[in-house]
């Protein structure tokens, strides 16, 4: 008797649709149940893996309209069965592939995930192997050889003395000792932690060769490969010749002015806007310092590098903010970004580069032709950048480069600096007061000194603040590696030539015995210090003649944005906050504070409604 259509409707969406062959087993043999009477003697249903069985020949066929279901004995389940009708044959999806996709795929994960351990280990050891011979680090009969970090899969030391380097240089210094190497990707780095290891190889640092790449492969070569501060040599001097001018100290100075003014414009507006607030407390806000204060930095450059922005050109570049941070990211996490095959495997760093690059190819063409328009002074540095790219006397890449580091590298780098010095006021409320007086003094005597001039300063009690949170919260855990070009003993240790050495930034800083009680916030100790010794027990702006460029900017931005957020504001800790003061934002490469802090507007009588004290 022919198979009825209802049984057979059954059988095919079940086949289709069943998530392993046991559970098809279970219904077939309902099925066959119910519609047993319905098929002849020759039909036959068997079933393995301890499912009841009908006992018939290993394979039976049924013509017409008959069932056929093949049977291959198994330990549990069915394997295959395919329905025949007169339409033709109908091939169901196979259950015992679904069957082995169930089962055996999680257990490939499950391989994977134990296996890989095992795989970055041995491939750990290898290259270990392989650089240790590559790279020897001799040294003199009878001194010990220069402890060296193990190479770990795949960017060594890498990315953990970006992501994790303050822990990580606490627990190197305990494990290796005062020197030591570490591995960025498959280069060497030498890590110094003293001011005698740093002034000993700094001394002839005007030689020096910046790292090919900063050490961190193909990506930042092209982010940042070829901008003035990582170029070497002749092309140094002739990149920095188009910018040295404009971020000099007396250009820097003619800039203060604005800055002050942003600084009041940024806090009426942005800081407001971006904060938490109710007319229930009496206009106290509540702010996260790196994320409110976060783009006056960035705009007080901008405006330096573009001239006054449209607002056009701010909602550009800040657009642009994002989508370079996400990039710089995967700058840093290395991986298949750090090789030049890179652009093969269009990996999401490769996606990002394309991008970025695009977008901000073409603002800063059309930000020069605005400039050129706008004939405003001081001259916008986009214009002599882009006319010496035209000249041919620099490169498109070092000029687009140069501006990227000059806004977008340097925002976090800024940042970092502002909203920590921000934070420590909070947490130290008699620095903060004192800092308000001095400040609320400098207004109120214009008459013999402009405030322009009181920031440009750097024997206040304001430039002391500045310069001890950098101090305590240094910008990066390791400077950025460099060479020499010959053969240096350090600490008797050998350094060979054009081999990269990076400072631990926190040993010198802080764990130094040069600072007095070096872990405690104390602005008021440089007012006894010697600057010469300042100098070579601290690290900020590099040591030698190659310091940051826009250090001079850099200072008057950071004491015009502090002076008018504790004059207008009594600043500290938030409830939610004060548990841990010191928690990083996820994934910040400069180590970006999370923390919250409470604006409470200072009382009304100390101030007029220009900001300005009143003499009354």
């Known amino acids: 008797m022919p ?18 062959a046991y559970s098809f087993g279970l219904h077939i043999q309902s099925l066959w149940a119910s519609s047993r009477h319905s098929w002849n003697s020759e039909t036959s249903l068997i ?18 309209d008959r069932l056929l279901l ?67 680090l001799l040294h003199p009969p009878g001194v010990k050889p220069l402890p060296r970090a193990r190479y770990s899969w795949p ?90 001018e404009g971020f000099s100290r007396p250009a820097a100075a003619r800039y203060t002015a604005d800055l002050v003014t942003l600084a009041r414009e940024y806090l009426q507006s942005t800081m407001l806007t971006s904060s938490e607030q109710s007319l229930k407390t009496r206009g106290i806000i509540h702010v996260e310092p790196a994320k409110a204060l976060q783009f006056y930095p960035f705009l007080a450059v ?27 990211k995967e700058v840093i996490r290395g991986g298949i970004n750090r090789l030049s095959i890179a652009p093969w495997f269009r990996s999401r760093g490769v996606r990002l580069l394309n991008e970025f690059q695009a977008q901000w190819g073409q603002f800063v063409e059309d930000a020069y032709h605005t400039a050129v328009k706008r004939n405003q002074s001081p001259i916008p540095l986009v214009i002599g950048l882009w006319e010496a790219y035209q000249a041919g006397t620099i490169s498109k890449r070092e000029c687009l480069q140069t501006l990227d580091e000059s806004l977008y590298a340097n925002l976090d780098v800024t940042t970092h600096a502002l909203s920590w010095n921000v934070l420590l006021l909070a947490e130290n409320i008699e620095a903060q007061t ?94 006894t210090l010697n600057k010469s010794d300042v100098r070579h027990n601290m690290w900020r702006f590099g040591f030698g003649p190659r310091q940051c460029l826009g250090k001079h900017i850099g200072e008057r931005m950071l004491k015009a944005i502090t002076a008018e957020i504790i004059r207008q504001y009594v600043v500290s800790i938030s409830a939610d906050s004060a548990s841990d003061k010191n928690v990083m934002q996820e994934d ?29």
């Open 434 to 527: 004192e800092l308000r007086q001095e400040v609320l003094s400098a207004l109120k005597n214009e008459a013999s000194e402009s405030y322009e001039r009181y920031i440009d300063r750097e024997d206040t009690f304001l430039a002391a603040c500045v310069l001890e949170s950098a101090r305590l919260r240094p910008i990066l855990p390791f400077s950025n590696p460099e060479s020499a070009p010959e053969d240096q003993y350090v600490d008797g240790y050998l350094i060979p030539r054009n081999t990269n050495v990076i400072v631990d930034a926190q040993a010198i800083n802080i764990h130094n015995p040069f600072w007095v009680n070096g872990t405690q916030y104390d602005p008021r100790r440089f007012f």
């Open 588 to 616: 910040s490469w400069v180590g970006l504070p999370a923390t919250r802090i409470q604006c409470e507007p200072v009382a009304a009588d100390e101030k007029g409604e220009d900001g300005r004290v009143d003499d009354d």
């Open 302 to 328: 901008a405006q330096i590098l573009f001239g006054r922005l449209s607002p056009m050109q701010r909602t550009q570049l800040t657009t642009l903010a994002p989508l370079r941070e996400e990039l710089f």
């Open 70 to 136: 093949r049977y291959r004995q198994a330990p549990i389940h069915c394997t295959n069965y395919s329905v025949i009708d007169k339409q033709g044959l109908i091939l169901l999806n196979s259950l015992s592939m679904a069957y082995a996709l169930t089962v055996l795929l999680p257990c490939l994960v499950l391989a994977l995930v134990v296996a890989r351990p095992v795989l970055y280990w041995v491939l750990s050891v290898v290259v270990d192997a392989f650089l240790r011979w590559k790279y020897p």
């Open 155 to 244: 960017n060594g030391q890498g990315t953990e003395k970006f992501f994790n380097g303050r822990s990580a240089a606490k627990q190197w210094r305990q494990q290796w000792g005062p020197m030591y190497q570490i591995w960025s990707g498959w280069s060497p780095e030498i890590v110094l932690t003293t001011p005698t290891h740093a002034v000993q190889f700094f001394r002839n640092s005007h030689r020096h060769t910046k790292a090919v790449n900063n050490d961190s492969g193909w990506l930042f070569g092209e982010v940042l490969g070829v901008c003035v501060g990582l170029l070497s040599g002749s092309d140094w001097k002739r990149v920095r010749q188009q910018v040295e």
């Open 47 to 64: 079933a393995g893996g301890g499912l009841a069985a009908e006992k018939s020949a290993s394979e039976q066929c049924c013509s017409g």
């Open 3 to 20: 198979i009825s259509g209802e049984v057979r409707g059954r059988v095919a969406v079940l086949a289709m649709h069943s998530g392993g």
